[in-house]
């Protein structure tokens, strides 16, 4: 592609008046552009485009050879996608990801992100429109489009309150997504709501209960319902680390009494249109963790004589346990019941407990990302790597007495063999 130029469509060349003058627009810009003719063959246009004053001609003549200097040109009539329409168009590519979470971005970006771009083009929406939205969100000021329960029609308004930081990064994410996809299909340069500024997020702190916290509540939690089931449910995430939709979805041949060990293959997840299904866990990583003998003895008598493929923890009427619904009905009540509702406690904070407590009796981290199901350990490192005792005093124990216990083994005379009989670190040799 030709550098962009001007050129004054009022003055011929030898600076007199042309036919021109006087007449519509005086500055027009003008580019040549390679595009795919006839049998995808490429071929070359002139292309124009006029302005009253010559400054934003110029302005404009600019954006267009830094844009083709750095190869991000795009043709002027590929921004006009409305935002609307490829926002479906991304949405619809999306089957990579889990039926929630694509139900997810179908409620933000009918309910937060079409209600501040949707009447606007990719190629019309800037990064300053975007950094005032989300400061908008964060205050409470954006437009929104809630379902009104009355009618189920869609009713647009503003937010009543401000979003939460995190939910605000949800959103963000969201239109961040459709216009990435703008910018791969050739209809914009950049992506305008890249590296935007989001508010800040301050990460809740870690419940930890102690055995006897652990065990208040899950008594509280039958004593809500006057059923065991609720009192073991507790009990399994407290000690366990599983999610509450994977515990649900635990089925009775999920677990090995025998061998103490329970199989978490599935979670309870919402389809694209909101509905309630299982899926796999998250991470998509299925797992096995372990049981403690008490919580063999509760299992056992909560499954004898039930199906292979029926629930672990059943509904009072039957069918698997709604987490929802549980966690109002039965952990908030039980949690105020034991005394605990002033720590924040939700039934996806019994994990931290489970963590803490298989840390306490001794297992590492590997042990520790099995039984939670991180991706890595990475991520069990940040989150309870605080837990782990101090051993720098035991390591350098230990060194003190391997150094001595080796350095025993050398003749008494001067001679000092070429290496020790066994490696300083074990398994492998010095010049391993």
Same mark, same amino acid.
């Given at each position: 592609?030709?550098?962009?130029?001007?050129?004054?469509?009022?003055?011929?060349?030898?600076?007199?008046?042309?036919?021109?003058?006087?007449?519509?627009?005086?500055?027009?810009?003008? !580019?040549?552009?390679?595009?795919?003719?006839?049998?995808?063959?490429?071929?070359?246009?002139?292309?124009?485009?006029?302005?009253?004053?010559?400054?934003?001609?110029?302005?404009?003549?600019?954006?267009?050879?830094?844009?083709?200097?750095?190869?991000?040109?795009?043709?002027?009539?590929?921004?006009?996608?409305?935002?609307?329409?490829?926002? #479906?168009?991304?949405?619809?590519?999306?089957?990579?990801?889990?039926?929630s979470t694509l139900h997810r971005y179908r409620r933000e970006l009918d309910t937060y992100v079409l209600p501040q771009f949707g009447h606007l083009t990719v190629g019309h929406i800037s990064r300053a429109?975007? #950094?005032? !939205?989300?400061?908008?969100?964060?205050?409470?000021?954006?437009?929104?489009?809630?379902?009104?329960?009355?009618?189920?029609?869609?009713?647009?308004?503003?937010?009543?309150?401000?979003?939460?930081?995190?939910?605000?990064?949800?959103?963000?994410?969201?239109?961040?997504?459709?216009?990435?996809?703008?910018?791969?299909?050739?209809?914009?340069?950049?992506?305008?709501?890249?590296?935007?500024?989001?508010?800040?997020?301050?990460?809740?702190?870690?419940?930890?209960?102690?055995?006897? #916290?652990?065990?208040?509540?899950?008594?509280?939690?039958?004593?809500?319902?006057?059923?065991?089931?609720?009192?073991?449910?507790?009990?399994?995430?407290?000690?366990?680390?599983?999610?509450?939709?994977?515990?649900?979805?635990?089925?009775?041949?999920?677990?090995?009494?025998?061998?103490?060990?329970?199989?978490?293959?599935?979670? !309870?997840?919402?389809?694209?249109?909101?509905?309630?299904?299982?899926?796999?866990?998250?991470? /998509?990583?299925?797992?096995?963790?372990?049981?403690?003998?008490?919580?063999?003895?509760?299992?056992?008598?909560?499954?004898?004589?039930?199906?292979?493929?029926?629930?672990?923890?059943?509904?009072?009427?039957?069918?698997?346990?709604?987490?929802?619904?549980?966690?109002?009905?039965?952990?908030?009540?039980?949690?105020?019941?034991?005394?605990?509702?002033?720590?924040?406690?939700?039934?996806?904070?019994?994990? /931290?407990?489970?963590?803490?407590?298989?840390?306490?009796?001794?297992?590492?981290?590997?042990?520790?990302?099995?039984?939670?199901?991180?991706?890595?350990?990475?991520?069990?490192?940040?989150?309870?790597?605080?837990?782990?005792?101090?051993?720098?005093?035991?390591?350098?124990?230990?060194?003190?007495?391997?150094?001595?216990?080796?350095?025993?083994?050398?003749?008494?005379?001067?001679?000092?063999?070429?290496?020790?009989?066994?490696?300083?670190?074990?398994? #492998?040799?010095?010049?391993?």
């Open positions: 592609m030709s550098r962009a130029f001007i050129l004054d469509r009022w003055v011929k060349k030898d600076r007199t008046p042309s036919a021109r003058h006087g007449v519509g627009s005086r500055w027009q810009v003008q !580019w040549d552009e390679t595009a795919p003719g006839p049998g995808n063959t490429p071929v070359k246009r002139r292309r124009k485009k006029d302005f009253a004053r010559k400054v934003d001609a110029q302005t404009y003549a600019d954006e267009l050879n830094n844009a083709i200097r750095s190869g991000t040109y795009r043709p002027p009539e590929a921004g006009n996608t409305p935002f609307r329409d490829a926002a #479906e168009r991304w949405i619809s590519t999306r089957m990579d990801v889990k039926g429109d975007v #950094e005032g !939205w989300v400061s908008a969100l964060a205050k409470g000021t954006a437009p929104v489009a809630y379902i009104n329960r009355d009618t189920g029609e869609r009713v647009r308004g503003t937010l009543k309150q401000p979003l939460a930081p995190t939910m605000v990064k949800h959103v963000h994410t969201v239109a961040s997504a459709v216009l990435t996809w703008a910018v791969d299909n050739n209809m914009i340069p950049s992506n305008p709501a890249a590296r935007v500024k989001r508010p800040r997020i301050t990460a809740a702190d870690p419940v930890y209960l102690d055995h006897r #916290e652990l065990d208040a509540l899950a008594r509280a939690a039958e004593g809500v319902t006057g059923s065991a089931t609720d009192r073991v449910l507790v009990l399994f995430l407290g000690y366990v680390g599983a999610r509450i939709g994977e515990a649900t979805a635990l089925r009775v041949s999920d677990v090995d009494l025998t061998a103490r060990r329970a199989f978490i293959r599935a979670t !309870w997840t919402r389809d694209p249109y909101g509905k309630r299904a299982l899926g796999a866990p998250k991470t /998509h990583e299925r797992r096995t963790v372990p049981l403690t003998g008490f919580l063999v003895d509760e299992l056992r008598a909560l499954t004898a004589g039930q199906a292979a493929d029926g629930f672990v923890f059943r509904a009072q009427r039957g069918g698997a346990i709604d987490d929802h619904n549980w966690r109002i009905r039965v952990f908030g009540p039980a949690a105020a019941d034991a005394g605990l509702v002033h720590r924040g406690l939700t039934p996806h904070k019994l994990r /931290h407990t489970a963590a803490s407590a298989a840390i306490a009796a001794g297992a590492d981290v590997m042990v520790v990302k099995q039984m939670l199901g991180h991706a890595d350990a990475k991520q069990t490192l940040n989150t309870y790597s605080h837990l782990w005792p101090d051993r720098l005093d035991e390591v350098a124990d230990a060194m003190e007495q391997a150094r001595t216990r080796h350095l025993q083994l050398v003749p008494s005379g001067d001679e000092v063999p070429q290496k020790c009989p066994t490696p300083i670190l074990g398994g #492998e040799s010095e010049t391993a």
